[in-house]
């Protein structure tokens, strides 16, 4: 029997939400085992001086418990 846990995390990207995504699922995957899938639980964009200056998601991460 598996068990999966989820953990919240939020990462960006100067570029686009799709490289936001990517930069927080590898950050993910360097501290936790057995991540097998996120979500976007929500985006958001920094504005300066009216141009979108850096790009946020809220990611949900889903990884598997190791056996004891």
Do not use: C, H, P
């Not at 919240?8 to 799709?18: G, L, R, V, W, Y």
């Not at 590898?26 to 850096?54: F, I, P, Y």
């Amino acid at each position: 029997m598996s068990v999966a846990r989820v953990t919240e995390i939020i990462a960006s990207s100067k570029s686009s939400f799709d490289k936001a995504v990517a930069n927080g699922v590898k950050r993910a995957n360097k501290t936790l085992k057995n991540v097998r899938g996120a979500w976007v639980d929500g985006q958001k964009v920094v504005v300066d001086d009216g141009k979108v200056v850096e790009y946020r998601v809220i990611l949900k991460v889903t990884f598997v418990l190791e056996d004891d």
